[in-house]
């Protein structure tokens, strides 16, 4: 069965520290890694990857993917309030005749002043 | 762009009636749109998968007579909770995909059923 697995699920940081999110995965016929942000709504995208090795950066985020090692990881430089979140990742998974994306159980990161 | 609304964001109703909410791409066409639910404090729980035009595929575990969804444009899909009970509370969310993989979420829908 396809799984996802975030770690650490929770994480509280002081406001400028430098954090790293891990999420590792099992699927079959992988197609894609997406990173998203939750606050208190719906999810917000951050990056897709695709490609083993190449860095995706966005401000004081960035991802990298490892396809060999089944893994990616979020990286946040100078955490601010403003990070404190859920990120979620997940993996687009091809499937018989739909494709779907597997969600991991989330990493809640909680930046303090 | 790439904005999903959904309507209503918030709704309370009495147990043993229906509900419909709606998902709305805004600004592209869905050819694939996902319904989730999540709980306090919980991951996205995929519920079923929709693509336009046809029959939504649903995971294992949920009831597609009481879940029913319908596709019926590349800019909307609807999820009806039928017969909802205080155990379907909980937070209703859908993502609309274009073209490539990256989900676009909508704002989600609070369901209170008393």
């Known amino acids: 069965e396809d799984k996802v697995v975030q770690s650490p699920l929770s994480l509280v940081v002081h406001e400028g520290d430098t954090v790293t999110l891990n999420c590792s995965y099992e699927v079959t016929n992988f197609r894609s890694l997406l990173w998203y942000k939750q606050e208190k709504k719906a999810p917000t995208f951050l990056f897709m990857l695709?490609?083993?090795?190449i860095e995706k950066k966005s401000g004081r985020l960035s991802s990298i993917l490892d396809k060999k090692e089944l893994f990616s990881i979020l990286n946040i430089t100078a955490t601010q309030t403003g990070d404190s979140a859920i990120y979620l990742c997940a993996w687009g998974a091809m499937k018989t005749s739909y494709d779907k994306v597997i969600f991991g159980p989330g990493t809640s990161l909680s930046v303090i002043p | 762009g790439a904005v999903v609304s959904q309507h209503p964001s918030r709704v309370i109703c009495k147990s043993g009636t229906s509900v419909k909410i709606e998902c709305r791409s805004l600004d592209f066409q869905a050819t694939t749109m996902f319904w989730y639910r999540q709980f306090p404090k919980q991951s996205l729980m995929l519920m079923a998968t929709s693509n336009e035009g046809s029959k939504a595929t649903y995971e294992q575990g949920v009831e597609k007579d009481k879940f029913l969804i319908n596709h019926a444009s590349l800019t909307l899909s609807t999820l009806t909770v039928t017969s909802a009970h205080p155990e379907d509370s909980s937070f209703y969310i859908c993502s609309a995909r274009g073209n490539t993989d990256t989900q676009y979420f909508g704002p989600g829908t609070r369901l209170t059923v008393l």
């Open positions: 695709t490609s083993s090795g």
